[in-house]
Nanobody
Framework: QVQLVESGGGLVQAGGSLRLSCAAS????????MGWFRQAPGKEREFVTG????????AYADSVQGRFTISRDNGKNTVNLQMNSLKPEDTGIYYC???????????????WGQGTQVTVSS
């Protein structure tokens, strides 16, 4: 079972930037796609972005396309999320996720992190 630990959340003003990181331990990190989901108060958890096992393929929700960038370092077992031009509607708990396949399949998540809070003030 993989363990995922997020860091980097916090409070930022609209238009600002934050960088989230997720450190993974356990089964072989480089074999599986990774991603980020978020959950706003009173809403369901939603897919934000994902990256394939090799790092060669990425996917983004329409709401973050062009503002967020996902990356991974298979040598360090980490996945990062650079968030720019943040909006109040980006507020929520951000969860790191490991998918069950080498490709991004948002319906097949094998492991979740505990989440990190991101708050964007207007």
């Amino acid at each position: 079972q993989v363990q995922l630990v997020e860091s980097g959340g916090g409070l930022v003003q609209a238009g600002g930037s934050l960088r989230l990181s997720c450190a993974a331990s356990g089964r072989t990190f480089s074999r599986y796609a990774m991603g980020w989901f978020r959950q706003a108060p009173g809403k369901e958890r939603e897919f934000v972005t994902g990256i394939s096992a090799s790092g060669g393929g990425t996917a983004y929700a329409d709401s973050v396309q062009g503002r967020f960038t996902i990356s991974r370092d298979n040598g360090k077992n980490t996945v990062n999320l650079q968030m720019n031009s943040l909006k109040p509607e980006d507020t929520g708990i951000y969860y790191c996720a490991q998918f069950l396949n080498p490709w991004v399949d948002r319906l097949r998540v094998g492991s979740w992190g505990q989440g990190t809070q991101v708050t964007v003030s207007s």
